[in-house]
């Protein structure tokens, strides 16, 4: 047999263990001991910085404190900023705060709330999800010092995404406008088309392009594991458009049913709109099987002429082949392949959807509720978009604030002209799939709406299907 | 009785996964005639070769796609490749210690988990197949099926009891009081990398279990026999007797297990939470596409970083794995 | 630092396992050479472990109370130095037991012993004076007390159920009846005097009688036993060493398996946050969802293409049977050709069920099989013709090599595979830019028609040309020659009207569709499963390979010599030899399958009709919070793998009979 040989082998692995286990370390200890010398170096500079930092109140300053932020963004240039504005206000109060971004966010956050093991802070891009996890008692509701600070940075309308039961539990830490539509004003101009003012103009124009030979749209929905939510958006715009802000409310609070005659004939007014003959390019060959971020290249190359999507889109643009090897501009330019937004119109009023990140804390500490005013703070919005912007290297950086009294030099003029929709829009309403309970919003929702698309069912049934998902 | 196949024909299980040696002759050309044998090995070679390409074709895209940027990934095919195409900022964007898209601690994250869980559940494994091979005790039948019948759980079930049990400790309510005792107590391993190959170790007893009992069952009653009139206690055949004759079947089960620990996604997710410091290389890959998968250029590189440990184990170790992993399944 | 700190924990945690495990081992291979010692051991373990025990449980008064500034030396010390001195008397105490045989010294020694250790433990029960405080940072906890106040009427009840237990333990086991009946009253003492009375409102008296009753019992024990003889010590060491050995698997397993395993059970009968019992309603919310069980179609399995070509298949396999059972005289010989083509006819019914009856369960179903099947029987084709084939090493490696790659490689691999772009576009996916290229030299370019005609009329002419070879001493393989022949005469057919592959167009130009890889169903599970099949076809074909070449030479000798052909080797020696072999890679490949998670969570998330019972399980219990249906289809999925690892036990069971 061969004896020595393994005894070798054994030996090697067993060394291998030793310095590969050291050098991942888990150790608390060691965990520590850099957590200290962060402190150190925090201590050092917090004079110079709280001085400039804080806006008018006086700043708190802890000893050394962590506090865990999680949340489901989880790469660059996302984290990357978001880390940064972080560090910068844990080197002023003298906190460590550490941000975790997860892919399976949504699932963890319930393991851990399960067992005991949550974060003193996460991110929701779901309010629904916020709402039920302070109901059950694991959030905690903002206590008035800090309400207050935050009613001063951010209009009620904002709040009210993170108001339950008329308690404010969570603050927006990040906002987005989705009635936005992507198009190239050189082409627009080139033939001679108008922006539409109203949403039956929208359709007009749309058809004047099939009648011309071009195709309106690009629209796909799939994305991964939440395959379905772009259909979700446009349902939710038009029950928007439609039905009014009143009959939203009541579907978004499973006040009428979800299989609703006016909800049903609006999910079915989407698929019509989608199922006009040269209405829709989807890169991948069908609308369910193209990811939402792949319609870059053909809205580039002009294959399709717009596409409704929100403000994040403008980070798949990376991905471009361009004609000059140069990245894409975005925003008012004289470039000839420039992309721009316009506003997705209505026929009564400028109706918003947005959606964005909220912000709840698991606990009543004071640290925590620090570091929660910061993220409700300008100055957060400031320091996270001026890093967001230098990470991505792009115009859009992918982050936009509603936030009160931020120095607006720090977004681009386009993520300016976002902004401006944000806060002129006559009614905003939230993502609805984001609002209704998980099973829905991020389950049948989705996955019902997307055999709806791909023609396996039709409308009334998966109305029907959802209604019954709901708990 | 099953005769154990491995030490009758080490050579034939050495050639398993092929050592160019000489074949059973029974598979060459039966025809007999020139062109028959021709014919027959083409027909033989045509179909392999076909199999193998297929095969290969999907990690050969990887490896080319993990050397193209984002536009070439996105406007083409990797067979499109053209060499003014390759670039490995991929790999220096993976590897850049800078980035949150950073590979370099996960491998190392990876190998701390992997490593105590390959050692340690195959020392307790192997107790547990020589006690049940060879040490006669009451219920040994029941508590092996027992255990063999527990591969059928699917791991899920079990996290969050075992999140719970890491982060909590385990008590026991003694009936019809308000008492606990404590039985294990909160050893605050949330977080850790010990939670992770912990549980490892616990899900992979079953099948290492079985691997290795019917390996250990197979060798030669004679030796323990023996090994017995000569006075010679469980403690000293186990170490002196089986440990050195089932080299074979460690490794094997050696290799299962580290590329089990190491390729392991929902496992590590759950006990490891969010301390981001101890990510292993399958988290990283999973986050690294970003939201809505906008920096899925990247995916090639990180995954072929991924599979290249595992790879090197799996090499370097296959010539134990035919042998060991006969001995259960091959009866003479 | 952190390297070192690391370096020293996990060596400290392998010494003292292999340590604790080693020195066990060694004590009891004391027990029959050395009994002085042993007991000395034994004692020493025992007061170690009482007393660690109490101590862990904060129930004795804490001498960590004022040392908690210390280091974590200095915090050990503190723990460790009472259960030190537990061991070093009850080492002592085990040594005189060891080697005096004097029945009344023994006695008094074992009283003493426990009035001793009764009245130190019931001195220091905590009285709620001291405050508990551990460790840095955690809080302080209100002070607690272990005094108890007797309910006299709990105490005497447990007391007499643990009595009545031993009385029966005794005469089950044929066991000393006083003796066992003293221990379990203990331990029934025990429970009655702290479990079952209020704690800290009693006096300190309470407690020593709490204590001093269970200590003369077990003393009364420990001092009645005897020395035993070399039977009696072998006897202890044959009792315990199964369990030395079995011991810490049982530990894991039942921590990480079993416990989990039994909390499911009981979830699964609660309701979505486990606040009240529901009874079975979750197991009937989960059989009748359509989205778990869909047989709304079910007609249309008799219409579907795949059924009549399955049926065609199955009903020529029949027909060759009897036809080559008439030469034999058996009614039908279910033979190579037959048996295969009957299979695969078998495999497309199937199939044609599989695809038309929806939902999580038939998936699962269907995942099982056609992985199974395919996995096997393609890694036992490719351990057969790669034997003995040069540079077969390469080869092999190659088809083994995806078993290193993890599900989240594989999956970021294959959607490289199988990725899809609009027919206007250049296709990004490898399956589809094929597909593709086939369709459009196929029906767009006469050119490309030509080669392929020329293609495939040779494929033809090569498949004809094999069988009218082999026929005459192989007529299994002719069959085959014949059926594959079949393939390029049915692409001819289609070259002929049309084309095959990606067609389609538009203003008469071609524009090849592609295939909706993983959002078009039903046969976007299939596509799923390819990619498991690519990794597990390595595995079954290494452990059948290693098979097929262990099958003794002689035997083909002997058949060679008889006249037998390569297929009736193959089909009369080799595969009933390796048969054990592929029974043992088909119960393991299908415990794997039942369990999928990875792929389909990683690729479509169960979207577009795709879900698998693990997916299904993990989305209710940790994306919905609804653990009770979770829990459910936890159970489903494991009772569903029970038939196949009873199969595997027994088969086990018989061959260690």
């Not at chain 1, 694991?138 to 709040?159: C, F, H, K, Y």
């Not at chain 2, 398993?16 to 021709?38: C, E, I, Q, V, Y």
Request: aromatic share 10%.
């Amino acid at each position: 047999m061969h004896l020595s040989r393994w005894k070798t082998l054994l030996a090697l692995l067993f060394s291998i263990t030793l310095v590969a286990s050291a050098c991942a370390g888990s150790d608390e200890a060691a965990t520590d001991d850099s957590a200290a010398t962060d402190d150190s170096a925090a201590t050092d500079d917090s004079a110079d910085d709280s001085s400039q930092a804080a806006d008018g109140g006086e700043m708190m300053v802890f000893s050394g404190e962590t506090v865990i932020v999680t949340g489901p963004e989880r790469d660059d240039p996302s984290v990357g900023a978001l880390q940064e504005s972080l560090d910068a206000f844990g080197e002023e109060a003298n906190l460590v705060i550490e941000y975790t971004g997860d892919s399976a966010w949504e699932e963890q956050i319930n393991i851990q709330v399960e067992a005991g093991t949550e974060p003193d802070i996460s991110f929701f891009p779901q309010p629904g999800k916020l709402a039920d996890f302070y109901r059950q008692g694991d959030i905690q509701a903002l206590p008035d010092s800090t309400a207050s600070i935050v009613r001063d940075n951010w209009d009620e309308g904002w709040l009210s995404f993170g108001t339950v039961d008329d308690t404010l539990v969570g603050i927006p830490a990040k906002t987005d406008a989705k009635s936005l539509v992507w198009y190239q004003p050189a082409v627009f101009e080139e033939k001679g088309y108008e922006i539409p003012e109203t949403f039956d103009a929208f359709v007009a124009l749309a058809n004047d392009m099939i009648a011309n030979g071009d195709t309106p749209l690009c629209v796909g929905i799939e994305s991964d594991t939440a395959t379905g939510w772009p259909f979700t958006d446009w349902t939710e715009e038009m029950v928007l458009r439609f039905e009014g802000p009143d009959v939203y409310d009541q579907w978004v609070n499973h006040e009428i049913p979800f299989n609703d005659p006016a909800i049903v004939a609006q999910m079915q007014a989407v698929i019509d709109l989608w199922n006009t003959e040269g209405m829709v390019f989807a890169n991948g060959g069908s609308i369910q099987a193209t990811n939402f971020g792949d319609n870059v290249q053909p809205l580039y190359d002009g294959t399709c002429l717009m596409h409704r999507q929100a403000n994040f889109f403008a980070s798949f643009f990376g991905n471009v082949v361009t004609d000059d090897g140069e990245s894409v501009i975005l925003g008012e330019s004289d470039d000839p392949k420039a992309i721009d937004v316009f506003y997705f119109p209505a026929n009564d009023g400028a109706p918003l959807l947005t959606a964005g990140i909220v912000a709840g804390a698991f606990h009543d500490k004071p640290e925590v509720w620090a570091v929660m005013e910061y993220l409700s703070s300008p100055a957060h919005a400031e320091r996270r978009q001026e890093a967001q912007r230098r990470i991505s290297g792009n115009d859009v950086s992918g982050y936009l604030s509603a936030v009160q009294g931020q120095d607006m030099s720090v977004y681009s003029p386009i993520e300016q002209s976002f902004i401006d929709i944000l806060t002129n829009a006559s009614v905003a309403r939230f993502d609805a799939s984001d609002l209704m309970p998980s099973q829905v919003g991020a389950g049948t929702f989705w996955t019902e709406g997307t055999s709806l698309v791909a023609g396996s069912i039709d409308a009334q049934t998966a109305a029907d299907r959802i209604e019954a998902s709901w708990p | 009785m099953a005769t154990p196949v491995i030490n009758e024909v080490p050579g034939d299980a050495d050639a398993a996964l092929g050592n160019d040696g000489p074949p059973n002759d029974m598979r060459k050309g039966g025809t007999g005639s020139t062109t028959g044998a021709r014919l027959h090995g083409l027909l033989t070679r045509v179909p392999l070769w076909f199999i193998v390409l297929i095969w290969a074709i999907p990690s050969l895209g990887l490896f080319i796609n993990s050397f193209r940027d984002r536009q070439a990934q996105n406007q083409s095919g990797w067979w499109r490749v053209v060499p003014s195409d390759l670039t490995i900022s991929n790999y220096d964007t993976v590897l850049s210690a800078s980035s949150t898209a950073s590979m370099t601690d996960s491998v190392l994250n990876s190998l701390g988990i992997a490593i105590p869980a390959t050692i340690i559940p195959i020392a307790v494994a192997a107790f547990a197949a020589y006690g049940f091979a060879w040490i006669d005790f009451k219920g040994r039948n029941w508590l092996f099926i027992a255990t063999i019948s527990l591969l059928a759980i699917p791991l899920q079930v079990a996290l969050l009891p075992l999140l719970k049990l890491y982060v909590g400790g385990a008590h026991v309510t003694v009936p019809f009081t308000e008492r606990t005792l404590t039985l294990i107590p909160d050893w605050d391993l949330q977080g850790s990398l010990t939670a992770v190959w912990l549980t490892h170790t616990g899900f992979a007893m079953p099948f290492a279990i079985f691997l290795l009992h019917n390996y250990i069952s197979g060798l030669p009653r004679d030796i323990f026999e023996s090994a017995r009139i000569d006075g010679a206690d469980h403690f000293t055949i186990f170490t002196k007797l089986v440990l050195p004759l089932s080299v074979p079947v460690l490794a094997a089960f050696a290799i299962f297990q580290f590329l089990w620990a190491w390729n392991d996604y929902l496992i590590a997710l759950t006990m490891i939470g969010s301390n981001a410091d101890n990510f292993p290389t399958t988290i990283r890959v999973a986050n690294l596409s970003g939201d809505f998968g906008r920096n899925a250029f990247l995916l090639p590189s990180a995954a072929f970083i991924q599979a290249f440990i595992p790879l090197i184990v799996f090499f370097s170790l296959q010539r134990f794995f035919v042998k060991g992993l006969l001995a259960g399944s091959v009866k003479g | 630092m952190k390297v070192l700190v690391t370096i020293v924990g996990v060596a400290i945690s392998v010494g003292v396992f292999s340590a604790l495990w080693v020195g066990v081992n060694l004590m009891f291979n004391k027990a029959t050479k050395d009994w002085p010692l042993f007991s000395t051991l034994v004692g020493a373990l025992l007061g170690f472990i009482l007393f660690v025990v109490l101590h862990g449980n904060e129930l004795l008064i804490n001498p960590l109370d004022e040392q908690m500034d210390q280091s974590w030396i200095g915090r050990f010390i503190a723990f460790i130095w009472l259960p030190a001195i537990a061991a070093a008397v009850g080492g002592t105490v085990g040594w005189f037991l060891g080697r005096i045989d004097d029945p009344s010294t023994r006695l008094a020694i074992g009283i003493g012993t426990g009035v001793v250790a009764a009245l130190v433990i019931a001195f220091m029960l905590r009285d709620g004076s001291g405050v508990i405080t551990i460790g840095d940072g955690r809080e302080t906890e209100p002070e607690r007390s272990y005094l108890p106040a007797f309910r006299p009427f709990a105490l005497a009840n447990w007391t007499i159920i643990g009595g009545a237990v031993g009385a029966g333990w005794a005469t089950l086991r044929k066991s000393n009846l006083i003796r066992t009946v003293a221990i379990f009253g203990s331990i029934g003492w025990l429970i009655g005097a702290f479990a079952a009375s209020q704690l800290g409102t009693g006096p300190r008296i309470a407690a020593i009688i709490a204590c001093l009753v269970p200590g003369l019992a077990l003393g009364y024990v420990v001092g009645t036993s005897k020395i035993p003889n070399i039977v009696g010590a072998a006897r202890i060491d044959e009792g315990a060493r199964p369990w030395i050995f079995v011991g810490p698997a049982v530990f894991f397993i039942f921590v990480a398996l079993i416990a989990p395993t039994i909390l499911t059970l009981v979830l699964s009968f609660q309701n979505a946050d486990s606040t009240e019992f529901v009874g079975l309603e979750n197991y009937g919310t989960a059989l009748s969802d359509p989205a778990n069980f869909d047989t709304a179609n079910w007609t249309n399995i008799f219409t579907s293409r795949i059924f009549i070509l399955g049926l065609i298949l199955f009903a020529i396999g029949l027909l060759l049977a009897m036809a080559l059972g008439r030469q034999t005289g058996h009614t039908a010989q279910v033979d190579p050709p037959s048996g295969a083509i009957g299979i695969s006819g078998i495999a497309l019914v199937f199939f044609a069920i599989v695809t038309t009856l929806r939902g999580t369960i038939v998936n699962n179903l269907w995942w099982v099989f056609a992985v199974t099947l395919i996995a096997t029987s393609l890694g036992l084709a490719i351990a057969v013709l790669a034997d003995g084939v040069r540079f077969e090493r390469v080869a092999k490696s190659i088809v083994f090599m995806p078993l290193a790659i993890s599900f989240v490689g594989a999956s970021v691999v294959w959607r490289l595979v199988y990725q899809s772009r609009d027919p206007s576009q250049s296709q990004t996916g490898a399956m589809n830019a094929a597909w593709v290229a086939i369709g459009r030299t196929t029906s767009d370019s006469s050119i490309g028609q030509i080669i392929w005609g020329i293609l495939l009329v040779g494929a033809v002419l090569g498949f004809a040309y094999a069988a009218i070879r082999t026929l005459s001493n192989d007529v299994n393989m002719a069959v085959l020659y014949s059926v594959l022949g079949l393939i390029p005469i049915y692409l001819l057919y289609r070259l002929a009207t049309g084309g095959f592959g990606a067609l389609g167009e538009r203003n008469g130009e071609f524009r090849g569709e592609p295939i909706q890889t993983l959002s078009e169903g039903p046969w976007n599970n299939f596509f799923l499963m390819i990619v498991l099949i690519w990794v597990q076809t390595g595995f079954a074909m290494v452990i059948l390979s290693a098979a097929i070449k262990a099958v003794p030479g002689e035997f083909i000798e002997a058949a060679k010599i008889d006249g037998a052909n390569d297929s009736d080797i193959f089909w009369r020696i080799t595969i009933p030899q390796i048969t054990p072999t592929i029974i043992v890679v088909v119960t393991t490949v299908i415990v794997l399958v039942m369990k999928v998670f990875d792929i389909v969570r990683v690729m479509t998330n169960g979207n577009f009709g795709t879900n698998v019972l693990a997916n299904a399980m993990y989305a209710e219990s940790f994306q919905f919070r609804n653990v009770g249906v979770g829990s459910t289809l936890a159970i489903l999925l494991f009772l569903s793998v029970i038939p196949v690892m009873v199969y595997n036990i027994r088969k086990q069971q018989k061959e260690i009979a």
